[in-house]
């Protein structure tokens, strides 16, 4: 028989406990976590019970934390932090160029140098196991707060993540985002006003997404029209091939349109006034300290001391053609 401990403590009552907490709908938590909704509900109920008060009550339709429900999810937040903790600890002691080191790579970022790093990187430390996983901003959040990923590479600033104490970040580029259209009346020009880019639709990033919520930001600011979406695709490299077969307009970041030279009734400006972001690596305090992590961010540094990251990007698009 479970102790009351065992209880509250299992990682599935905490993950579900956490997800709830961070959405405050049940239907939309249980969606994330694949389960029903009756489950989840079922699953909560019960950590209420062990620990003896109502973690959540409605307002309406909403969905609020009680006291109780402030102090587990605290409580809950330490815990993870402890376990992260010891986790880096031991992974400190453990060699530079062995081990598994999991990187959370932002869907909508050109992944080119990365690869073409990761290569390079696995000839020289064979024992140095690269995993890259393709994620959603909110993905990448929830595994660096789970320790489930060791780095994350993203786009900069985020307000998304309220506490920013527990991480650092280090920049990689910073990077403009660029303004995608077949219009050749639109063709001279090198900076565009927001309201002149919405004659035709578009075609966008995810609702959610990065990209997605700074150019609402950016149209919001301008006192513009927001385009009128056609379709939605994560990656540029599906953005760039539906805006050309469609002849829709997009927006794609200047570093991924490095080397897309001759394309065919296709033009791009800058915005006015310009949307720049940085893409950086976000991973938590005291993660560079663990041999393999340091080792990786030492060589990435070196990889793009001989060639900066727009040089890079360039040869490989050259290579390609």
């Known amino acids: ?3 009351k401990q065992e209880s509250i403590f299992s990682s599935k009552t905490l993950t579900y406990f956490l997800q709830l907490a961070e959405t405050m709908n049940y239907t939309q938590a249980a969606q994330i976590l694949g389960i029903t909704q009756p489950a989840l509900t079922q699953q909560i109920k019960k950590l209420e019970r062990t620990v003896g008060a109502p973690l959540f009550y409605s307002v309406g339709k909403k969905l609020r934390l009680s006291d109780a429900g402030y102090t587990m999810l605290e409580a809950t937040h330490q815990i993870y932090g402890i376990l992260n903790q010891a986790t880096d600890e031991i992974q400190q002691s453990t060699s530079a160029t062995q081990g598994e ?3 959370g790579l932002l869907a909508s970022v050109e992944d080119a140098v990365f690869e073409d790093f990761a290569i390079g990187l696995y000839q020289s430390n064979p024992d140095l196991k690269i995993s890259f996983h393709m994620l959603t901003r909110k993905e990448i959040w929830e595994r660096l707060e789970n320790n489930k ?3 994350a590479i993203m786009y900069l600033p985020d307000d998304s993540i309220k506490n920013w104490k527990p991480y650092e970040s280090k920049k990689i580029i910073s990077d403009d985002l660029l303004f995608i259209h077949h219009d050749e009346q639109l063709s001279k020009k090198r900076r565009i006003k927001f309201k002149d880019t919405t004659s035709q639709p578009w075609a966008m990033y995810p609702e959610g997404y990065y ?8 149209y919001k600011n301008q006192l513009a029209d927001f385009p009128q979406g056609v379709a939605n695709f994560t990656t540029p490299n599906q953005l760039l091939h539906f805006s050309m077969e469609t002849q829709v307009s997009t927006a794609l ?3 991924f349109m490095i080397g897309q030279d001759n394309l065919p009734n296709t033009w791009t400006a800058h915005f006015e006034p310009n949307i720049r972001f940085d893409l950086a690596f976000v991973f938590r305090k005291g993660k560079a300290e663990i041999p393999r992590i340091s080792l990786f ?3 990435f540094d070196r990889y793009l001391h001989t060639d900066d990251y727009i040089s890079r990007l360039k040869q490989l698009r050259n290579q390609l053609n």
Do not use: R, V, W, Y
């Open 1 to 3: 028989m479970k102790t």
């Open 101 to 103: 080191i999991n990187i």
């Open 149 to 151: 990923i060791d780095l």
């Open 211 to 218: 990209l997605d919520q700074t150019l609402h930001e950016a």
């Open 253 to 255: 970041p200047n570093s």
């Open 297 to 299: 961010l030492a060589q």
